[in-house]
C-alpha cells in the first residue's frame, strides 16, 4: 500500500513519543484507500519488524483522547476501533482530509504538465501523433514560443509552434531571423520556416539557392536589432568563429547591449579593436590605437573579463 505522509506530522504533539509516531506512520502506509486498518497488532509488528510492544504502545496513544491535536472529531484521536467488541481493527480518522491534500511538488508538476498541455494543443501536437519540428523538421518533443514569453511573446496558437530540444536550446529568446542568420545554425530547413505563416511572417530572411546550397540574408526591414551596426557585427561574428568561442544567446544579447549605447562608427571602432587584439569580448573602455597590442597580463585579463560577461 501507499500512503502520504506530511512533514507536519513531525510538528505535533505525537513528536512526544515516538512510538505513537513511528507506529501511526506505519498504520498510514498500511491502511486501504478508505483509511481503514483490519490487522492485528502483531501483524502491523510482523509486517514493519517493530517490536510488539512499541506498536502496543503507539496505539494506546494514538486512542487515547488528546485536547492539542490538529485533528477534528473524535476528541483528538488519531485512530477509532471498528469494533468495541474487539481490541484490534480501526480506521484514520482524518485519513479522508489528508488523502485529498496535495503536496507542493505535486502541484508545481501538475501545473507544469497543465501548461505544458496547453501550450501542446495551441501548437496543434497530439500526444499520440508524432510531430516534426517547425524550424529543422526533425521529431519535435514540445512546443516553441516564436516571440519568447521574455520578449512579450503570449500563448496564443500564432505564437507557438513544435520543436525539437535542439532548435529550442538554440534559438532560445532570440527572434527567428536572428535564430537563422546565426552562422552556426547550419541544420536548420529554410523552406520548412517559409510555408509556415506563424514564422515566415517574423523571420524576415531572403533565401538566395544556388545548386544544392542555400544562403539566408536578414532584411533590415524586419531585423530587430537596427541599432547594431550590421557590418561590423558581421565581423565580430565571423572573428569568434574563427576563435572557436561561439556566442550564446545570453553573450549575444549582453554584447549586443554593452554595443547599443553608442553610435554606428563606435561600435564600429569597439569591435576592430577586440579583433586587432584576438579578444573575445568587446571593451569600449580600452579601446587603443591601431596597431596596439596589449601585453599578456593585459590580454589575459581581457578574456577573464569577457568570459564573466
Same mark, same amino acid.
Given at each position: 500500500?501507499?500512503?502520504?505522509?506530511?512533514?507536519?506530522?513531525?510538528?505535533?504533539?505525537?513528536?512526544?513519543d515516538?512510538?505513537?509516531?513511528?507506529?501511526?506512520?506505519?498504520?498510514?502506509? =498500511?491502511?486501504?484507500?478508505?483509511?481503514?486498518?483490519?490487522? +492485528?497488532p502483531?501483524?502491523?509488528?510482523?509486517?514493519?519488524?517493530?517490536?510488539? %510492544?512499541?506498536?502496543?504502545?503507539?496505539? %494506546?496513544? =494514538?486512542?487515547? %483522547?488528546?485536547?492539542?491535536?490538529?485533528?477534528?472529531?473524535?476528541?483528538?484521536?488519531?485512530?477509532?476501533?471498528?469494533?468495541? &467488541?474487539?481490541?484490534?481493527?480501526?480506521?484514520?480518522?482524518?485519513?479522508?482530509?489528508?488523502?485529498?491534500?496535495?503536496?507542493?511538488?505535486?502541484?508545481?508538476?501538475?501545473?507544469?504538465?497543465?501548461?505544458?498541455?496547453q501550450?501542446?494543443?495551441?501548437?496543434?501536437?497530439?500526444?499520440?501523433v508524432? $510531430?516534426?519540428?517547425?524550424?529543422?523538421?526533425?521529431?519535435a518533443?514540445?512546443?516553441? $514560443?516564436?516571440?519568447?514569453?521574455c520578449?512579450?511573446?503570449?500563448?496564443?496558437?500564432?505564437?507557438?509552434?513544435?520543436?525539437?530540444?535542439k532548435?529550442?536550446?538554440?534559438?532560445? &529568446?532570440?527572434?527567428?531571423? %536572428?535564430f537563422?542568420?546565426?552562422?552556426?545554425?547550419?541544420?536548420?530547413?529554410?523552406? =520548412?520556416?517559409?510555408?509556415?505563416?506563424n =514564422?515566415?511572417?517574423?523571420?524576415?530572411?531572403?533565401?538566395?539557392?544556388?545548386?544544392?546550397?542555400?544562403?539566408? &540574408?536578414?532584411?533590415? /526591414? +524586419?531585423?530587430?536589432?537596427?541599432?547594431i551596426?550590421?557590418?561590423?557585427?558581421? /565581423?565580430?561574428?565571423?572573428?569568434?568563429?574563427?576563435?572557436?568561442?561561439?556566442?550564446?544567446?545570453?553573450?549575444?544579447?549582453?554584447?549586443m547591449n554593452?554595443?547599443r549605447?553608442?553610435?554606428?562608427?563606435?561600435?564600429?571602432?569597439?569591435?576592430?579593436?577586440?579583433?586587432?587584439?584576438?579578444?573575445?569580448?568587446?571593451?569600449?573602455d580600452?579601446?587603443?590605437?591601431?596597431?596596439?597590442?596589449?601585453?599578456?597580463?593585459?590580454?589575459?585579463?581581457?578574456?577573464?573579463?569577457?568570459?564573466?560577461?
Amino acid at each position: 500500500m501507499y500512503g502520504k505522509i506530511f512533514d507536519s506530522i513531525y510538528d505535533g504533539t505525537l513528536v512526544e513519543d515516538w512510538r505513537a509516531l513511528v507506529t501511526f506512520q506505519q498504520m498510514i502506509v =498500511l491502511c486501504d484507500a478508505d483509511g481503514i486498518i483490519d490487522i +492485528t497488532p502483531s501483524a502491523i509488528s510482523r509486517r514493519t519488524s517493530i517490536p510488539i %510492544e512499541h506498536i502496543k504502545a503507539g496505539i %494506546e496513544i =494514538l486512542e487515547n %483522547e488528546d485536547p492539542y491535536s490538529r485533528t477534528e472529531g473524535e476528541d483528538g484521536r488519531r485512530i477509532v476501533r471498528l469494533e468495541d &467488541h474487539r481490541p484490534w481493527g480501526w480506521y484514520l480518522v482524518n485519513h479522508e482530509k489528508y488523502k485529498s491534500l496535495r503536496d507542493s511538488d505535486t502541484v508545481r508538476a501538475q501545473n507544469r504538465e497543465r501548461k505544458r498541455r496547453q501550450r501542446q494543443r495551441a501548437a496543434g501536437m497530439d500526444d499520440t501523433v508524432e $510531430h516534426t519540428c517547425a524550424y529543422c523538421g526533425d521529431r519535435a518533443t514540445g512546443p516553441d $514560443h516564436v516571440v519568447a514569453t521574455c520578449n512579450g511573446g503570449t500563448d496564443d496558437p500564432q505564437n507557438i509552434v513544435p520543436c525539437c530540444p535542439k532548435c529550442n536550446q538554440h534559438k532560445a &529568446h532570440r527572434s527567428v531571423a %536572428e535564430f537563422i542568420a546565426d552562422p552556426f545554425v547550419d541544420w536548420i530547413d529554410l523552406d =520548412l520556416i517559409a510555408a509556415n505563416n506563424n =514564422l515566415n511572417c517574423h523571420a524576415g530572411v531572403t533565401v538566395v539557392t544556388k545548386g544544392s546550397k542555400q544562403s539566408r &540574408h536578414i532584411d533590415t /526591414d +524586419t531585423n530587430t536589432n537596427t541599432d547594431i551596426n550590421p557590418t561590423a557585427w558581421k /565581423d565580430y561574428v565571423q572573428h569568434r568563429k574563427e576563435l572557436k568561442k561561439k556566442i550564446t544567446p545570453l553573450s549575444e544579447t549582453k554584447q549586443m547591449n554593452i554595443l547599443r549605447a553608442f553610435d554606428f562608427e563606435s561600435q564600429k571602432k569597439i569591435i576592430d579593436t577586440s579583433i586587432a587584439n584576438g579578444w573575445t569580448g568587446l571593451f569600449p573602455d580600452r579601446l587603443r590605437q591601431s596597431g596596439h597590442k596589449l601585453t599578456y597580463a593585459e590580454q589575459l585579463k581581457a578574456d577573464i573579463d569577457a568570459a564573466n560577461r
